[in-house]
């Protein structure tokens, strides 16, 4: 029986550890992330089957909650953990030939980081800790975002930074009212009371948690650091940042409003946010010329996606909303790794300039069509199957208004299909310019990445099946208040 | 088991090409056409048999599915037969272009997927067929790369997303009402749906077949499509791939929804069936009079495929059994002579260095005499000239509709056909006669790869117009699998009471007239062969160069009816690319680039929480 | 007995058909207050033209036009003549309606191969007069095809014999009115004589035809004109009982078309059109909606 | 038509229908086609001889040369000519196409017309009335009843004279030799 603890911890030791082992060698710190998310890998995969059965409750300084900080390994958390190891192992060998300049060692720290904290985010069963990690989530995404020194990565960087600052803020405020409301900082604890005092006392560490927690869940108002940072950040870390931070901002929105509020009646507001997303993220990236942003945008459109699973509420739609995560992490991530090594071989970011790609870059090209084709939902893809629960849960709730936002939604879905088919036709079809067409693959270890999730999406996209049994464990341990707060102060 | 090994051989074999051609071209191609062949061979032992049987594996709990009967066959023989055709002649027509593979491969994976979504069982992996068609499709469409072709199939993917999302929408609100996607299941759950279901159900699903099918107004994808892909698979496209959307139409009119129920949609006069013909007749005088203001020899052709798309829901929506028989088999003949017309304009484009453009061909019947008789044929098959297959249908057809009483519908009808009748008098003047420019005196004859197609399909058209029973029992059968009576036949046409057809009559007429009159040809006159220098221009000697009337073949009638016949859905749908792209032009502007906004945006969307719950306290 | 007629009504037709033409030379001539020709000119012409050594432009060139003249003798065999039609069994009006198209095509076909733009014009503008003219055409023949419920046009002939004359009969009169108006455009008629001008386009589809040539297509343009009046009588005249009758009804209305054609000069194709397009559509469009209100 | 016509038409349909059907290129070569409109309409009416204006070489018989013959307008001459599907005659009409007319010392007109193609016939005058085409006409029915009309014979027979001839004042044609020539 492995202990969750580890999660955290050993990826943590290692990013400290670090400098030392760049004493060692400078070459050896490249390999630090590997070895880390490998572990984190085997660890979560060894959990899944146990917290499938009963979740895993990791005490920690010997107190039984609500007087101890805990860590909740529910089947959720240790499903986002195995994918943030997953997402983080493939980036992190995709990272060892494109990192090649700059201060690399810091690189693997801030990456190691980066992941220490979106686990911890992931695992925590405590209020206070969730912020904890979250600052370490953001600030060492800041950093990265900086990573290459430019003009545009220092601006980008500044306005997230800024953003985020305002966002942690209000997250603190909220969780302080509620420290102040009920005295305890555990989640369980928390939701076990928050029928005992007045909704409007509620309300406002609601009100302010929610759009703390938004910023980096990158909501619609709330989103506006995303296309600067996820375009001007080096395309591993633009892969991360959509592929894990993204997501598990919107974990923690999901867990405390499920979880800890309770507050089922948010989730019509979050509905319409969620297709007012949708449309906002897929017109923007229509418009683009620059495919950074362009990808920027588009996973402005999929958060508003998932969020709009989520607020339908239901086992499938929860289940739906998961499964689209999934495929978002896999194939922004795909798609991230493959456009920054066309960007790397162009030289421009320019979808103009990626002409012809299709001859000079064959591999790559194909690892983008299938992250595209995945993305808008064919089959036989990953994002079939997500896309097609999602559809099926928005139908059973035979009602014309779901059924009415689905219609807006799948607007959203032709509008990204748009873009992301003229992309596919640039890189084969068009002829490119003076360049002559010289054939040269990518470095062998980005490929092996790129190849690695492309057939995570064609075989999920065949075989869907287990995944959907589990996730739907995970939904309905994420709708079940009263066995969280139950299993928790037992 | 032979469908499933039927999938896995066309699956696989379109995988096995493209490895194949990495290591050599000549083993590629013998495989691409030993790959066809098996696939028709194998369809051809599968005839008669019906069986329905469900897979061993399914997608999220859905249990998978596979039907084998004569209307699933029939589809499927023509999808092969004309695979198989079309890669024989891509040898020639693809020879020396690039990406080779790939084409062989998008073709023969299309061929495939084609061919899952006819003998898929249930909805959901007929969608999913559809889908693996629809992207591969666009893969292709754009292959010879170049701003129309990709236009082309930006239009074409587009235009069949909207398609899919709504039958992915309606296949998952039947899921929902009835828990299961399978077609026998279906249609017993059907007869007990609300109306409001199934209405929902009917307009999604038509807007998809009807797209695909590319009736007037969702016609606008095809014209550019088949026009830019390269000829083969242009033939592919409107012989096969188009009329997936009647295929549809069939399952979700005659197996899902049935006759009762139909009749249960009406709404006085306004029935699922009307609303069908009266879209049907207007594509085609539509298409029609657009096809005469075309002047690019694909274009026509492409925009007669829309028409005669028009023809066949005509006789669909006419449920009588003749009406029913005439549009199945005008599928099958239209499939036949539409390949036949795009291998002939492939081989010329082949021949000529790629000239479209009919204003500079001419005189061509000299040096192409086997596209000359493709091109002939083919178009008179398309008029429906009796002793062409075209004419039987038709004539099915034209009948139904009189003898139902819909005389407007009929006068539709007959009007494409006088237009189709211009058109395709102009596409074979243009191209074969008239004089021979010069630069098209060295223009070498069809390559025998490309012959051999041309040949059969030439005689299929001769074969099938002059015995029409034989084909005529297949789409019975069809047709009686879907509920209708079946006509009775004869091998030489329809012996039935009001108005019979008899081919052998007029085959004999035609034969013994002609050979009278050649006779009193041959025996009175006689003539001696002038070259084409050797000819009337008022006592002088003609021009060198180009000598002929071929620029705005039709001047005066383009004057008269080109303001009525502009291509309004076509613009309108460009209009509402263009919006959309203004609309995320501006909706970026929301993303200012300055923070202090940024954060504005952060503080708002509080106060608009903190409003919302001060007003109506949903909290 | 069907077997000699199989034989018989061609001839019959051919020779009526030649002898229309002699006529309306000799008619002509005397409108122009002229004395014409023999009534037999026609005959001499086309033994002088047979006697005549011709050029020829290919195999397509040659076979256009016996198509085209086998395909003018076939119907005759679909049409009732008096009480007989050995074929009318075999398809009905549709079929009628398609080997009608079998002539002007194959003039068409060989007339394109001759490679002379004069041709080219003649045949594009006789497409487009076919166009014209079919749209009224078309409506006409519907209504009277909706009306009688049947598709055969011995059905057609034999309804008229029990009751009445289709163009005496209520709401097939309009529908008549708009087939007089087109009858001068199928038979090529002025002002309808736009396909072979000679003074614009040297004969048109002609340009290149000597001597066989010649004479088989004049003896095609004779049996169309037979067909086309006779197809008139048929569908609006009752047709009739015996031949006799069946040809003076015949003659009395070529005779009248021969008048018009003999006072009007000629349209441009595009006034044509226009002109096909408006007065003849709009009736015979009333026509059927008559008929469809009316029923049978 | 009386008895003897009958017979004749019986031994020799041919002949007859070359004589009375003579359709006439209607091709303006000079001032002589003047006289042509009246010969055919309602005052002197020519198609009661059969005669008939055709619009093209190919499908007539009679070749009427109207009038003086240009340099250029030879050239014309002879392509219509070699145009018509024999047999064909040919008749000069006026004095110019004999001997120049008033054009006799013109550097430009042709005299001797049946230097370069067979003239079976000619009409002299200038300018000759309607009836002189009629006499003209019947008399080439005579003609051909003695199988004497056979100019399109003598150009077969004596082409590479005739051609010499054409090529000498036209400088040269563009179109190839009708028949074989024969050297020498």
Known sequence: MVSPVLLIAVPLGLAFAMPLIALISRRLPRFVPLVACAFNLIVAIRLI?????????????????????????????????????????????????????????????????????????VL??????????????????????????????????????????????????????????????????????????????????????????????????????LPDAHSSAPSSISAILSGIAIEVGLYAVVRMIF???????????????????????????????????????????????????????????????????????????????????????????????????????????????????SIVGLPPFIGFPSKFLIVRSALEKQQTLFTLLLGFVLLGTLVEGAYFFRVVQAIYFKKSGDEPASRSLAPALPLISMLILAVLIIFVGIYPQPVADALSTAASDLLDRAAYIGSVLR | MMVELLLIVAFGGSLLTYVLGKLSSRLRNGFALLNALALVIMIGMLYGQEFERSLPFGFLGIQFSIRMNMLSWFFAATILGIGLLAVLYSFRYMKGKERLDYYYFTLLFINASMLGTVVAGDLLSFFIFWEMMSWSTYLLISLRGGGKAIFAGIKYIIMSLVGSLAM???????????????????????????????????????????????????????????????????????????????????????????????????????????????????????????????????????????????????????????????????????????????????????????????????????????????????IFGLIGLPLTNGFVSKWLIYKSLILEGRPFLAFAAFLGTWGTILYGYKFIHNIFLGQLPDELRDVKRVPFTMAVPIMVLVVLVFLFGVLPGIPLSVVNQVGTYMGFEPLDLNVWGIPSESGTLNVVNLLAAIAVAGFLVWLLFKTLGRSTRVDQSDNYAAGAAIPRGRYGFTREFYAPLYRIVSPYVKDFPDALFLWIADRTKALGGMTRKIYSGYVGSYVMYIVLFLAALVFVQLTWSPW | ??????????????????????????????????????????????????????????????????????????????????????????????????????????????????????????????????????????????????????????????????????????????????????????????????????????????????????????????????????????????????????????????????FVNAVFPRFRIEQAVRYLWRWPTLIGLIGLVLVALVGR | MDRNQLIKWLEAPAKMGHKYSLHAVYFCTGCGIIEVPPSITARWDAERFGVLPTASPRQANLFLITGYVSVKTLKAIIRTYEQMPEPKYTVGFGSCPINGGMYWDSYNTIKHLDKYIPIDGWIAGCMPRPEAIFVAVTHLWTLIDKDMADGYKRYRKYYSQYRANQEKVLLGLEWPPLFPIEAG
């Open chain 1, 124 to 225: 925590t069963g405590d209020v206070f800790n969730l912020f904890v990690f979250f600052e370490v989530l953001c600030i060492s995404s800041y950093a990265l975002v900086a990573y290459f020194g430019d003009r545009n990565g220092l601006e980008a960087a500044a306005k997230y930074l800024i953003q985020g600052a305002v966002g942690s803020a209000l997250l603190l405020m909220g969780i302080g009212l509620l420290y102040g409301l009920f005295g305890t900082l555990n989640m369980a604890d928390i939701a076990s009371r928050i029928g005992s005092v007045s909704d409007i006392s509620v309300f406002v560490p609601l009100a302010l948690i929610v759009s703390g927690l938004g910023v980096e869940a990158a909501i619609f108002p709330l989103n506006a650091w």
């Open chain 3, 1 to 258: 007995m069907r077997i000699v007629w199989l034989f018989l009504s061609p001839l019959i037709a051919l020779v009526a058909g030649v002898l229309l033409l002699g006529l309306s030379r000799k008619i002509m001539a005397r409108i122009h207050w002229r004395y014409g020709p023999p009534l037999l000119q026609p005959v001499i012409d086309i033994i002088r033209l047979f006697s005549q050594r011709s050029a020829s432009h290919g195999i397509l060139f040659d076979l256009g036009i016996v198509v085209s003249l086998a395909g003018s003798l076939i119907i005759t065999l679909f049409l009732p003549f008096g009480n007989i039609a050995p074929l009318s069994g075999s398809g009905g009006m549709l079929v009628i309606l398609y080997m009608m198209l079998i002539g002007p095509l194959g003039i068409a076909l060989s007339g394109g191969e001759s490679g002379n733009p004069n041709a080219s014009i003649g045949i594009s503008r006789n497409l487009m007069l076919a166009i014209g003219y079919e749209v009224p055409l078309l409506m006409v023949l519907l209504a009277v095809m909706t009306r009688y419920g049947t598709i055969s046009i011995v059905e057609i002939v034999r309804v008229q014999q029990a009751s009445t004359w289709s163009i005496a009969s209520w709401p097939l009169v309009v529908s008549g009115l708009a087939y007089l108006l087109v009858m001068p455009a199928m038979l090529g008629f002025r002002p309808f004589e736009v396909v072979q001008a000679p003074q614009e386009i040297s004969s048109g589809p002609m340009v290149e035809y000597g001597g066989s040539y010649l004479a088989l297509v004049s003896i095609q343009h004779a049996l169309s004109l037979y067909i086309t009046i006779s197809l008139f009588v048929n569908l609006m005249l009752g047709g009739s009982g015996n031949i006799v009758i069946f040809l003076f009804k015949m003659l009395v209305v070529f005779v009248l078309f021969l």
């Open chain 1, 49 to 121: 089957p146990t917290v499938l059965s009963a979740p895993v409750i990791q005490r920690i300084g010997g107190f039984s909650p609500p007087f101890c900080i805990n860590l909740f390994a529910g089947p959720v958390g240790v499903m986002f953990a195995g994918l943030i190891a997953l997402a983080g192992l493939v980036i992190a060998i995709y990272a060892l030939s494109y990192i090649r300049t700059g201060p690399t060692v810091r690189y693997h720290m801030l990456y190691m980081l980066l992941l220490v904290g979106a686990t911890g985010v």
């Open chain 2, 168 to 378: 992915l929408v309606a296949i998952v609100s039947l899921y929902t009402a009835f828990g299961t996607v399978d077609i026998g299941e279906l249609a017993v759950h059907m007869q007990s749906a609300s109306l409001g279901l199934a209405l929902l159900v009917v307009i999604l699903f038509s807007i998809t077949f009807v797209i695909i099918n590319a009736l007037w107004p969702f016609h606008t994808w095809l014209p550019d499509a088949h026009a830019e892909a390269v000829s083969p698979f242009s033939a592919i496209l409107s012989a096969v791939l188009v009329r997936k959307g009647l295929y549809g139409l069939f399952l979700l009119m005659y197996v899902i929804l049935g006759f009762s129920f139909l009749d249960r949609l009406a709404v006085g006069a306004i029935s699922f069936s009307n609303v069908l013909a009266w879209i049907g007749a207007i594509t085609i005088v539509f298409a029609a009079f657009r096809a005469l203001l075309q002047n690019d020899s694909k274009r026509i052709l492409a925009w007669s495929t829309v028409g005669q798309g028009g023809y066949m829901v005509l006789g669909v929506s006419v449920a009588t059994s003749m009406g029913m028989a005439g549009g199945t088999f005008h599928i099958l003949n239209h499939c036949i002579y539409i390949a036949l017309l795009f291998f002939v304009a492939g081989a010329i484009e082949h021949r000529t260095g790629g000239i479209r453009d009919l204003d500079s061909l001419g005189g061509l019947i000299k040096k192409m005499p086997v596209a000359f008789v493709g091109g002939l044929v083919g």
């Open chain 1, 259 to 373: 979880t800890v509020f309770g507050a089922t009646s948010i989730f019509m507001f979050l509905l319409f946010l969620g297709v007012l997303t949708v449309l906002m993220g897929e017109l923007c990236a229509f418009a683009q010329t620059n495919i950074k942003r362009m990808l920027a945008y588009s996973s402005i459109g999929q958060i508003g996606l998932i969020v709009f699973a989520f607020a339908m509420a239901s086992t499938i739609s929860l289940a739906g909303g998961l499964f689209q995560l999934l495929t978002h992490t896999l194939s922004k991530a795909l798609l991230f790794l493959a456009a920054g090594y066309m960007i790397h071989r162009s030289g421009s970011m320019e979808i103009s300039s990626l002409n012809g790609m299709g001859r000079r870059m064959p591999l790559t090209s194909l690892a983008f069509s299938f992250g595209a084709f």
